[in-house]
């Protein structure tokens, strides 16, 4: 796949397909549109009790877009990944654009874990997360989706299904269920933007929900 821009990516999303590559090492890039989609609640994932005992014990905190390019590295640095260069350079170029996102999350102050993906209208495609220290991908992912239920997003893709999401309360959906969500998502005019919350508000609110 040649000549693959942000535009074109965006627009690739828009219709709801996505690149990946076959390994970091080949330059090649695929279109993906699996018959299955992957998706987490937004505003508020399940957490289970040893989540939010780990919450509970405190020195977590989150930021928004402070360690973009770590946080994509990191998600990359793993026995096999689909992650090549090029899509390295056009999260990069997103990034720069205003529309990829990364969530770092850290435990008194290392960086613990994180996740990023791209946001358009109401609509956000995870691409990677990784975890640091235990329990640091999914409390990136109880962050993300408490700040997209704040910040008025519809769907929050995972691209796959994959039995840590399951845990978390992500399913599979159809492609055509899929597109009708993603449709009605684009529509809606959110920005993931503001203040995260702290540690002991998201237990709060986590606790409130289970």
Not at 12 to 23: E, L, V
Not at 73 to 102: K, Q, V
Not at 116 to 122: K, N, Q
Request: a neutral charge; charged letters at 20%; glycine letters at 10%.
């Amino acid at each position: 796949m040649e000549g693959l821009t942000p535009q074109l990516m965006l627009r690739a999303y828009a219709a709801g397909i996505f690149p990946m590559a076959d390994a970091a090492d080949d330059p090649g890039l695929h279109w993906i549109d699996p018959p299955f989609r992957g998706v987490l609640p937004v505003g508020g994932i399940h957490a289970s009790r040893s989540l939010r005992r780990s919450l509970r014990r405190g020195g977590w905190s989150a930021t928004l877009n402070a360690r973009f390019e770590a946080v994509v590295d990191a998600c990359a640095d793993r026995p096999e990944t689909w992650i090549n260069a090029p899509l390295r350079g056009l999260y990069r170029e997103l990034h720069a654009m205003g529309f990829a996102h990364s969530l770092e999350v850290w435990r008194e102050g290392e960086l613990a874990g994180g996740t990023f993906g791209i946001a358009l209208g109401g609509a956000w495609f995870g691409e990677s997360m990784f975890s640091a220290r235990t329990d640091g991908s999914k409390l990136a992912l109880l962050w993300l989706s408490h700040q997209l239920g704040r910040c008025g997003f519809r769907l929050f893709d995972t691209q796959f299904s994959t039995p840590h999401l399951e845990s978390l309360g992500g399913r599979e959906i159809s492609r055509r269920a899929y597109r009708a969500a993603l449709s009605s998502a684009l529509s809606v005019p959110a920005s993931l933007s503001g203040p995260l919350p702290e540690a002991a508000a998201l237990l709060q609110e986590t606790t409130q929900m289970s």
